[in-house]
């Protein structure tokens, strides 16, 4: 319980999230009598295993009515880092500065390791954030795959894209860039 509800704060950080919803999501909808106070104990812990765990510099979950907020730098979550780079990207793109982009997009691919948020898929936040973090994911290979063709690099790709297109047979994009590397 404590790690989903650390990663429930995680998904939503810099934003105040009530009690009632961490409630509601933590115990299914069916919370136990005195489900506010066992929340209270379970924010107590998470607090001092990040004060444990050397996080502790600063309030990093603080009380704001009307529940709790976890504050969070860009380069202490992958989530809020891969949003940065992405955003970074794509102002870059935007002016032609496709260089720089790509390794903004690299480091926003490196981020991914394994499953999002491992084990809490019971948890509707983290499912929908499993699915929009992928999203940002594969907007960010797609961005250097078809960076690599424009440079040249096609031929490289070509296994790659077969690959990222039988896996991902509706992706429309992938298969655009895969007759590119192809011509």
């Not at 480091?107 to 499953?115: C, D, Q």
């Not at 699915?131 to 070509?158: P, T």
């Amino acid at each position: 319980m404590h790690r989903a509800l650390l990663a429930m704060l995680a998904i939503r950080a810099n934003t105040v999230v009530s009690s009632e919803t961490l409630i509601d999501e933590l115990w299914e909808g069916d919370p136990p009598a005195g489900a506010r106070a066992t929340l209270q104990s379970y924010v107590s812990v998470v607090r001092k295993r990040c004060r444990d765990a050397g996080l502790g510099e600063r309030p990093l979950i603080e009380t704001r009515q009307p529940g709790y907020i976890l504050h969070l730098r860009p380069e202490e979550s992958d989530a809020l880092e891969l949003d940065e780079l992405i955003q970074h990207a794509r102002e870059l793109l935007m002016t032609g500065a496709s260089d720089s982009a790509g390794a903004h997009l690299d480091r926003a691919v490196e981020l991914f390791h394994g499953p999002v948020l491992a084990n809490l898929d019971h948890l509707p936040t983290v499912r929908a954030f499993r699915i929009e973090a992928q999203e940002r994911r594969s907007w960010a290979v797609e961005q250097c795959l078809e960076q690599a063709v424009i440079a040249g690099n096609a031929s490289d790709l070509v296994h790659l894209l077969r690959t990222l297109v039988d896996e991902q047979p509706l992706e429309e994009r992938l298969w655009g860039l895969l007759m590119r590397a192809l011509y």
